[in-house]
């Protein structure tokens, strides 16, 4: 079944979790296939059962039957069932099995915006340096990152698209700088709104190696159609590799700028 929902445009599933979501996603469509197909027939029954020309004047008595009322239970318990035992328990699977212990975690500050996402890395150190709304500069610093007044901030990696490693725990923390947004990544079956003034965790693991987007799906404003970064996940060593390089870059780019002051 889930290999059709694939064939009719279903995002690959590169998550570790992915298969519960879709899972979720199969037995949803089940229902609504049921209910369509029972309400169907209903409806056509009843265009023949009581139309005109077997029925030339109104009954006003009606149908005194509990019928429908039975069916509409039977919907709501076929919809309490699926919350109970398939919703909850992903999501209860997902906020007890947070990796906040996990030291090889890859931590990732998401910085929303209108209309663009922003990726804040921790650098070689593991560290994420402070950041001040005041410092935030358009196409410079998009984070605010403190790096005069933080050490920890000097070596950090701050881009508009999310490079990510392949089986490795992500931890990413979501915050706005304006409006409400919503973190959408549909291979890796990630959706989490983003609230301003929040600071909102979300994880996920990576098991296929693949280019993917990230997307909002929150209406954020007119540019919300363009809100949109791409998405890599490469192997191990091609993400430690940029990583160590692309850290170090920044921390000699930080060190040219502290040296230039002085001056």
């Known amino acids: 079944m889930l290999e ?17 979501i879709d899972g979720l996603l199969v037995w949803i469509h089940w229902i609504m296939l049921v209910l369509f197909v029972g309400w169907g027939l209903v409806f056509t029954y009843i265009l023949i059962r009581f139309r005109q020309k077997k029925n030339p004047t109104a009954d006003y008595t009606g149908v005194k039957s509990h019928a429908s009322s039975y069916l509409e239970v039977s919907v709501a318990v076929l919809e309490i069932l699926l919350l109970v035992f398939i919703s909850l328990p992903i999501w209860a699977t997902r906020v007890q099995g ?16 209108q209309f663009a ?3 804040h890395y921790s650098g070689s150190d593991g560290i994420l340096g402070a950041t001040r709304p005041g ?23 701050v881009r508009s698209k999310l490079l990510l490693p392949v089986d490795r725990n992500v931890i990413v923390r979501l915050v706005s700088k304006d409006v409400i947004h919503c973190f959408s990544v549909p291979t890796l079956r990630v ?3 983003v609230i301003p003034g929040s600071v909102i965790p979300q994880w996920f693991r990576a098991v296929k190696v693949h280019d993917g987007f990230v997307g909002c799906a929150q209406l954020c404003g007119l540019g919300h159609y363009k809100m949109k970064s791409d998405l890599s996940v490469v192997s191990p060593e091609e993400f430690d590799a940029w990583y160590e390089t692309t850290s170090a870059q920044a921390a000699a780019v930080a060190a040219s700028a502290e040296d230039e002051d002085e001056w």
């Open 4 to 20: 059709l929902f694939h064939s009719w445009g279903l995002p690959i599933d590169a998550s570790e979790h992915g298969h519960a």
């Open 98 to 113: 947070f990796p906040e212990d996990d030291a090889s975690a890859l931590q990732i500050r998401v910085v929303a915006e």
């Open 117 to 119: 996402w922003n990726f």
């Open 135 to 157: 410092l935030i500069v358009a196409g410079e610093n998009p984070v605010g990152l403190d790096i005069k007044g933080d050490p920890h901030a000097a070596d950090d990696i």
């Open 191 to 193: 959706k989490q709104d």
